[in-house]
């Protein structure tokens, strides 16, 4: 077995979560992250540090510290105004050969895994990527990270007990946003920072922002499915009525009836809205995970056997082709039924 560069004998007892920011701004998956680390470091007694890299970032540190960090370590520098994995990787290296932390986390983000799995190769350590919850046992110092595995068939738990960091990216949405504490106070700590362009192989030519949708955030998700063959205008009509937004499961996204941006599920988005539609949906695993944090779910299939009547709080065995037009203008005629 390969030991990583530093291990078990010499990990400090602390968490530490990679911020990631974009324009300055911390990325939401950041600060739930470091909500559930606080509350992993309450139960070991241990501390919480935030690593923060960017360019003219350190005003970010109060919020760090409101969402939960003990301490924030930055790193500032004009090569990391935007993300490379040469340079981020390079330098959270260094952090992380400093601190010596038990435990290092990320967003399971497309910058998150990149660094991630970079990171994993120089330290000689693991990874446990695309984590849907974690434990640490304040005993023994063990994190233990809950992964989907085959498919979604089964839940597999990952321990990383000789190499350290014990290392895991998570998904965006599966931990609650906290409470921000405006007044608490931590320590920050300025990196040093050596870097050269000619340390970076990638250069950014353009960067375009796309104007897509976060199905995290809206607090009434309208899912289609199979079921509703196509007609995602209808739900959409709902959605706008509701304040909410559209998502799908994966076979209407493949057969091109909508954006797969808006696919919820193992392999789309995990979202927590106070109300979830499911309509022509059957129910299979792989789109539930999606949804299963929902406050209330609605399930509308013409199958009273449906697996989706399992995880729903009200059923509906009706043809949503014609139960959600119907909603529809009972909601016309009283608007206030929306906010019901
Ligand atoms: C590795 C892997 C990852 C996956 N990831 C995802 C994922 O992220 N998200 C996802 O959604 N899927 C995912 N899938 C696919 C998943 O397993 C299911 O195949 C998919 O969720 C089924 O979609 P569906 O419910 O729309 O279709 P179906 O299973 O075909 O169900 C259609 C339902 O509509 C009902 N129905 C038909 N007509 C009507 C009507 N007029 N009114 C009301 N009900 C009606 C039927 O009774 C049926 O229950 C993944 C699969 C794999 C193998």
């Not at 779910?297 to 056997?305: E, G, K, L």
């Not at 043809?319 to 009283?334: M, Y």
Request: proline share 5%.
């Amino acid at each position: 077995m390969v030991a990583s560069l530093y291990g078990v004998d010499d990990e400090r007892k602390t968490i530490w979560v990679f911020l990631e920011q974009r324009d300055g701004e911390l990325e939401r998956v950041s600060l739930e992250i470091l909500f559930k680390g606080r509350q992993l470091a309450d139960e070991a007694g241990w501390s919480l540090i935030g690593l923060l890299l960017g360019h003219q970032v350190r005003d970010q540190a109060q919020r760090v510290f409101a969402y939960g960090a003990d301490e924030v370590w930055i790193a500032e520098h004009p090569l990391l105004e935007h993300f490379t994995v040469d340079a981020y990787s390079q330098v959270v290296e260094k952090a992380l050969m400093n601190g010596h932390p038990s435990v290092f986390l990320c967003g399971a983000t497309p910058n998150g895994r990149d660094l991630a799995g970079r990171l994993a190769v120089r330290l000689r350590t693991g990874l446990n990527a695309d984590c849907t919850d974690l434990r640490l046992d304040p005993q023994s110092g063990l994190l233990t990270s809950e992964v989907t595995g085959f498919g979604g068939g089964v839940i597999a738990l990952l321990e990383s007990p000789h190499h350290r960091p014990q290392m895991s990216t998570v998904r965006p949405g599966v931990f609650p946003l906290g409470e921000e504490d405006p007044d608490r106070e931590g320590h920050s700590h300025m990196m040093e920072v050596e870097l050269s362009e000619d340390m970076i192989s990638t250069k950014l030519i353009e960067r375009v922002i796309g104007e897509g949708v976060d199905l995290t955030q809206t607090p009434v998700l309208v899912c289609g499915g199979r079921g509703i063959d196509g007609k995602f205008d209808m739900l959409q009509n709902l959605a706008d009525m509701m304040a909410g937004e559209v998502g799908a499961t994966r076979p209407p996204v493949d057969e091109g009836h909508i954006e797969r941006e808006r696919q919820v599920g193992q392999t789309g988005v995990v979202c927590r809205p106070k109300v979830a539609f499911a309509c022509g949906i059957s129910g299979a695993f792989h789109f539930v995970v999606g949804i299963q944090d929902a406050d209330f779910v609605v399930a509308i299939n013409t199958d009273p056997n449906a697996p989706i009547f399992e995880y729903a709080d009200f059923c509906i065995v009706d043809d949503a082709l014609q139960f959600i037009p119907a909603l529809i203008e009972e909601i016309q005629k009283e608007p206030e039924l929306a906010n019901d």
